[in-house]
């Protein structure tokens, strides 16, 4: 019997353990020197909120920042008060179909309108952009901190003081699907103490406030 | 690489008798009017040949969008429901080297160097990334009650979203694709390999 072919399947195997071995190094190796905009800490964990969901107490819904509500959740029974799930839609509301994300997160939600009351009276709130710095750069909402949610570590920092000050913090993101802004909102709660009553989510996002035709921040800067 | 050529010709006066019939094995083997069409059309190293380009450029081109941005890779990752959020290192390490794997095996690919293992990682990586694709899909389904094939989501491949038989489709047309690397017997275009 040849033995050359006997060894045959061994350094398949051994060439695939090498392959993987080799790309392990690469990987691991292009993830210390990444900048911090691309690294990724091994150990962290990224996605915090999903602990809040366990936590959340569907009987005694968040406080909404204005008093009125639009109108009854249909199926939400255990509600006492009125929330944003559905109800008559308005633009800036996150999606009638479904519930919340971020209610579901036991988070609170602001509107469109109650946002851009913001822009005319900014004192004591921070908005606060969980995108990644290519978003953040073609358009954000004018005054918006930039914190993408993936870099929180470094760059809260640099913002902390403002965030323990405000007492409105708003997240949003891009809106629809996006989950950045549930995230981060469970970020700077969970890990950096901020008061869960102080944060809310802006779910509608950076999409509604497009379509809205409300003014655009492009570039670096927060103005 | 040597194990896949045969001796051209029983070695005359050889010691081994089981070498000679080897040989001799080999040899018929190798007559024109034995060898069936397909392995007539694989000793050409065409087939191999496309497929190598076609597979390797496509992996090539999709590890170097997700190593461009890990974070969106790491979300995506996530919606699959895949891998265990707990501990966080597990999923944190597939993105780190899981685009390693792929670019690797893309330029192995095209540069025709260790083939069959290169053939052997796509093929388990496509079969995976069809899985994966299809029980989200499902699960995407059972929510929303969508017909399987008008669900759309962002594969995580590089390409953005796209729609679930699509996806599918494509990469079973990448995973027979694969199956000539991984069986061929040809290296025809491909780099010499050193023989360990």
Known sequence: ?223 | MTEETAPEAAPAGSAAATAASMGEASTRARDSRARSPLARLDDTGVPLLIARLVVGLVFVALALVKIADPHEFLGILKQFELIPLDPPILINLTVVILPWVELLVGGLLLAGLMVRASGAIVAVLLVVFMIAVYLRALGVQAEEGQALCRIAFDCGCGAGPIKVCRKLIENGGLLLLAFIPLFSRSRRFCLPAPSL
């Open chain 1, 1 to 223: 019997m040849d033995t050359r072919l006997k060894k045959s399947p061994i350094r398949l195997l051994l060439n695939i353990l090498l392959i993987v071995g080799l790309a392990s190094l690469c990987g691991l190796t292009w993830n210390l020197a990444a900048g911090k905009d691309r690294h990724v800490r091994l150990t962290r964990d990224y996605f915090t909120a999903r602990h809040l969901i366990s936590g959340a107490d569907p009987s005694n819904p968040p406080a909404t920042p204005s008093g009125a509500g639009t109108g009854v959740t249909p199926g939400n029974d255990t509600a006492t008060e009125p929330n944003r799930g559905g109800g008559e839609e308005r633009p800036g509301d996150p999606p009638p179909e479904g519930e919340s994300m971020a209610l579901k997160h036991g988070l609170q939600l602001i509107t469109l309108e109650e946002l851009q009351a913001y822009l005319e009276d900014p004192e004591g709130m921070a908005v606060v952009d969980a995108r990644d710095r290519d978003h953040y750069e073609d358009g954000h909402i004018p005054g918006a901190y930039y914190l993408n949610r993936y870099q929180v570590d470094d760059l809260i920092e640099g913002i902390r003081e403002e965030l323990e000050l405000a007492f409105m913090i708003i997240v949003y993101c891009n809106g629809g699907d996006c989950e950045d802004s549930i995230e981060l909102a469970s970020e700077v709660v969970g890990s950096f103490g901020i008061p869960s009553e102080s944060v809310y989510v802006f779910e509608a996002g950076m999409e509604a406030w497009e379509a809205a035709g409300l003014p655009v921040v492009k570039g670096a800067g927060r103005d």
